[in-house]
């Protein structure tokens, strides 16, 4: 049903020129091995299946894939992008002529199983931390060309965003502090400068290292403070001196095993940055029954 | 020295269309926050450094990037794609102007920590193998849109290309197996046919999911024979069934703890889906000197 | 000085990009005139000049464009984009071969005087609302392809960006109120369900069309309440029922005359599509002195 | 009719190309607003009107934009482009599910508003001159990346083009002029030796800053002579001195009050940059019906 | 039926993408000629007939450019891609509104005149060897944008396909030999290190320029041994030579003249450059039929 | 020296975007076997040179070609676009590291190879008239994608160009003739009613298959009129008939053998297709010095 995935779907245009790239990368000047095989009247249905259980996400992408090669092939989706799925589990079936499904099948399995991948991790981050109030949030160490579908997998297994880009967020960094320092330049006149100019709907996030700079980022009127790299037991003093006029996150080094602890320091987001670059794609594969 | 990089190297004209790609997704309309509080006029040293064990991966292209924001950037190499280094070790060096480098900074990482991270998992299953005569090679389950690189990463772990792509290897799997049963034609047939009209440079691997099959592919001709999802007794087995006529390839399932024990088969190529699909990224970082 | 220009600037790939697209539109299979009747080796030293007063914007832009047709010239800039300028004042000079210069003229001045005439109209509105405490904003109504220069030239007029588009900003605007009328839904749960999923740096607008749809914004937990197409009074009467809960923000119709009277209502911002859909273009000019 | 609209129409693959484009601009990752509070199983029936008179342009384009996002809708033209028409007029109506509908709507009306812009202007300066046989012609100074589309909102309104650009027509400005005065080569004979070297179908067009350059560009055989900046008086005495062996064209800072008395000079042409540099936006909108 | 052309297909994103690149260069703003004199209610029928005897390629691709011109056009092809045609044959038939047909025809024409031309000229090639056992095979001498294409070309013709481009073979030239005679590095330990490191799949070409050459090339163990610019007699003696330990392949200046006796020397291969880079043009034509 | 290319020059953004396309098409994923054999620190100097005498073409953009590769070759052109050369002239000089010049040979030499091919050919059917006046023009007969190069290589062989696509020129061919006569329309209202909404600098050129059909050209008051697949005598009837009231332009199965006659019939214009559609390419070469 409708809830299951967390919106916004990504644009057909966007979906189709991703499907086209990647065709074109794999296929080349065509697939040899088909093409002088299979012969052309051969039709087949074939099952996008789960081989592990996990959240799915790309379907409509693999979807798009298999139409920009043949628009002739009917496809069925009988999962949605953010289901929990089995091992086993029918996602996506396609029926119509063989050599095209063929084709496509390796262009459709990466994206999918990439996709899912993602998914299926950040899924495990924010089950690790129900009830806690925290909310898991991704970060911009994406894939070079594909932030937009990685960032809607995780919104796929349940987390949040974080600014899309350096455009539409403004986050001090430890290294802006440093600039600021070497330019002789006060912290909280900075981002309050910044602010004037900024648009009114950017968020303003300040990274601090330790709990000495909290009351810094507090007056600079940071709407966000990243605590980075510090233990579940600094959070929560950070938690507490921060006081609710500020969101806090924690950052940096979180893993499964620690996800927890850190939620239930109080923090509102833990953010994660191996959702995007480290997670395993999942087990995914097409099925092809030949009688059909 | 030069024997540390598996060649080629990435073109200059892909890299450059890569980095421009990258840059735009990420800073879209401009770096809001670093634009805003560092002075155009503060200069830096930056130096990238792994923070992790591992072998070293798209210096090229983080150059290429840095570069494509401002070509004044002065740039060093302190080590070489491909290399091992130790967590510490410095990578590259970049001194100029602080505000293209801090915006170029994530970009530039997100592409060295993926690569090296390939290179490095390639690395250990490549030295699992030590001795054995196998080689590990890849796939084609690569990150859609950045298959030249991947595989070039995966050379700088010291494995060895599969084909590009559909277009140059011909490899008859099981779904063309069961295409050919549907139609009625034996697979020798079909793979001799098929042989006549390939390009002469390319490869015929036929892939095997039993013993029963092997003898059939080696009737047909093949110059490679890959063995799907056997035990290490079962690959013996083909591997002396085969008797040096075709080349042996075991593929499917095979871990970090599995490799030794399939390449100790004899078989001439182990593939790897998980190199390119599932390995994490190596930690790296820029740090800054605002002295220097 | 540095605080004329509203940063971010456009990062260098996306300015080299635009300036390539636009010189091949312009140029064609080559310049006929100039390479029929200037010698090759004919030099000169040109002026990009403001033929009436305004805010200049577009000079690094420029600069791409006369560099990207030849790598050779030598350019200067004499003001900087944000700079308010009198009629007659010089901008950038560039020396070197004519043809470049003469075939690159039209695009380089179709780009200032375009962008200029954005940041100088913003101006006038800025200006207009001086000491009021009201920002003026742009809107989505902007130039197909050419959102980021146009946005960029609304802050160096001293103006504030909206939502750079349907992705990093939520507003909920009167179609959609219609629609989850249609739907039988509540607009606060609706939102507040939506703020759920949004990223956490996502601003929520409401749009009201009437003052008795305030209570409901603020029921929803907007953090901007968009006034459509109201009187002064209305606004005046808004402003005091939202009473700093949200940013209030003036919308429709509003014109340099009525921009004044609306800003003392007290809102917060006022957005006037007319800065990018209807700016009439600044005058610019390139003047040759060929004695050089 | 068949006669209102100056042909040729755009072609497909440009159409499919710019919407594109523009909706990868304006949605990003995504709409948020409308995926997240409208049901994807609303439908709704829209139509885009007129708010004030003009003269429409864009509509296939705005069709193009629909499909783009969904080849489901169902669209309507109720109007054509190059159609007179009042404040209120349907031009386009859509049917379909109102997730892509509302998506692509800023889209659609920023291509309709701003291409009948410029064909309403267009129009004004055309039944300005009626009866006096002068065309009102277009200039280079169009908005880049869009020239193709504004020169035919032009000749929508009425209104001929100029060249498309520097390949398809030889003018001789004054700094091609100032270029042979430096070089020491006779106008004449320059413009001679150009044509010989031209292609036959290119016109040759000579501007004169006085009436002292006439002769010199009629003894340089010009097809056409273009008056810059003249007054009324000296466009008439230009005319006559012509006397027919040349087209005749008066440009520079004509507006819709000055350009009767220009055109009842005889000149053939009058071209006006202001038609694409400067044409305010029509007034267009989606008015929604929920319960079609 | 399907044997007459050499697989694989060109994929449907290439096709659709070279297409809409060749309709946006031919048509550019539109077809002023048509769109000015047929009325948009003309429709006709149109068939593709061959002025010469040939083998017909681009068929699908003609097809392609319709369409994307016009989705709504009837397309039935009469031939396929590999066929050889008398003069007058009937190669496709297109049925619709005649504006859309007249505006791509000569767009399809060049296609299909230029793929024609190639396969044909290939054919010519391939039955002087009848019978001799030599392949024909193509070059990288081929259109700059075009190579999948003309090497698609070549297979419809009867020929075979050299490497793709310079990652999918190894081909060591005369150059290369004379950099490892520059670097004192000697020919077969460089080609055997190469190997080591190239993928499996990657066959090793050793070019040589005279019969003493040969046996160093057997030494290094080339797969392939390309005889360059050799009499009949020399290659005669080289593949004595060889004795089957490695293909041979004749290359340089064979005609269609010579080709018959090079054939007769024994070699596997000939590889001729002028297939792609001389081929004259097949005369195709599109014929109306107005009373359809 | 400057009068020996027909201007104009393509533009460098052009040039630059064909040369990165062409040796990505060819490069792949990089240049196996000179990365492999070839030492890094190899330095050469190479030469192309025409192994054939013709005119050269395409030496800016084979210089553009090498700069793409490795922006530190030192590139000196000693031949211009244009120049007649005999067999073993050298074109142009490159010198620096081996690896990136053996690498975009093959590219370089297809470029030049195949525009001087045209330019060569253009110039034997331009020396074929001399002395009667009649101008060797082009057709719309050029490869797909590479319009704007062919053209530039037609002017360099001392031939002038037609329109350069549909947008910039009118021409009335034998199957709108026929869709005005299907239509019921005369020709000469049709044409006289196209030209007043045609751009003033738009050429009406009327094609005629027989002689009766002049008149009616005449009366439709085209520019030119092209005397379709007529006999020398026919043609010499047309020129006699039009009496200068237009251009006349002989068109249809011209070639090398027939041409002068076809122009002592006095007409102005020559159109042949096989300029572009047929040239075989000009011989050309890299000559490598391992000692400079």
Redesign the interface.
């Known amino acids: 049903m409708?809830m299951r995935t967390?919106?916004?779907?990504?644009?057909?245009?966007?979906l189709?020129?991703?499907a086209?790239?990647?065709?074109?990368?794999?296929?080349?000047?065509?697939?040899?091995?088909?093409?002088?095989?299979?012969?052309?009247t051969?039709t087949?249905r074939a099952t996008l299946v789960a081989r592990a259980a996990g959240v799915v996400c790309g379907l409509d992408l693999a979807r798009t894939v298999f139409l920009?090669?043949?628009p002739s092939l009917e496809i069925q989706l009988t999962a949605g992008d953010g289901d929990r799925v089995e091992a086993g589990a029918a996602l996506l079936t396609v029926r119509g002529p063989?050599r095209p499904i063929?084709?496509a099948?390796?262009?459709a399995?990466?994206?999918v199983?990439?996709l899912s991948?993602i998914a299926s991790l950040t899924r495990r981050y924010v089950d690790a931390v129900e009830g806690t109030g925290a909310?898991i949030?991704d970060t911009?160490?994406?894939?070079?060309?594909?932030?937009?579908l990685e960032?809607?997998a995780v919104?796929c297994g349940g987390g949040?965003?974080?600014?899309?880009?350096?455009?539409?967020?403004?986050?001090?960094?430890d290294?802006?502090r440093?600039?600021?320092?070497?330019?002789g330049r006060p912290l909280p006149d900075?981002?309050r400068?910044?602010r004037q100019?900024?648009?009114?709907?950017?968020?303003v996030?300040v990274e601090v290292d330790g709990l000495e700079q909290v009351a810094e980022a507090l007056e600079a009127g940071a709407?966000?403070i990243l605590l980075d790299n510090m233990t579940p037991e600094q959070l929560a003093r950070a938690v507490a001196q921060v006081g609710g006029r500020a969101?806090t996150e924690a950052s940096g080094g979180i893993t499964l095993e620690s996800v927890r602890v850190a939620a239930e320091s109080g923090v509102?987001?833990i953010s994660v940055g191996?959702l995007t670059?480290?997670?395993?794609?999942l087990d995914v594969a097409?099925d092809?029954d030949?009688?059909a």
Chains 1, 2, 3, 4, 5, 6 share one sequence.
């Open positions: 409708g967390s919106a916004p779907a990504i644009p057909a245009p966007v189709s020129r991703l086209r790239r990647a065709l074109e990368e794999d296929l080349g000047s065509g697939d040899v091995t088909t093409d002088l095989v299979v012969p052309a051969t087949v920009a090669l043949d063989a063929l084709s099948e390796r262009v399995l990466n994206f199983g990439r991948g909310r949030v911009r160490k994406t894939t070079p060309g594909l932030r937009a960032k809607y919104r949040h965003n974080h600014r899309l880009g350096l455009s539409d967020g403004f986050m001090l960094k290294n802006h440093a600039a600021l320092a070497a330019a900075a981002v400068s910044a100019r900024l648009g009114h709907g950017v968020a996030t709407d966000s969101r509102d987001l191996a670059h480290s997670a395993p794609a097409l092809f030949w009688d």
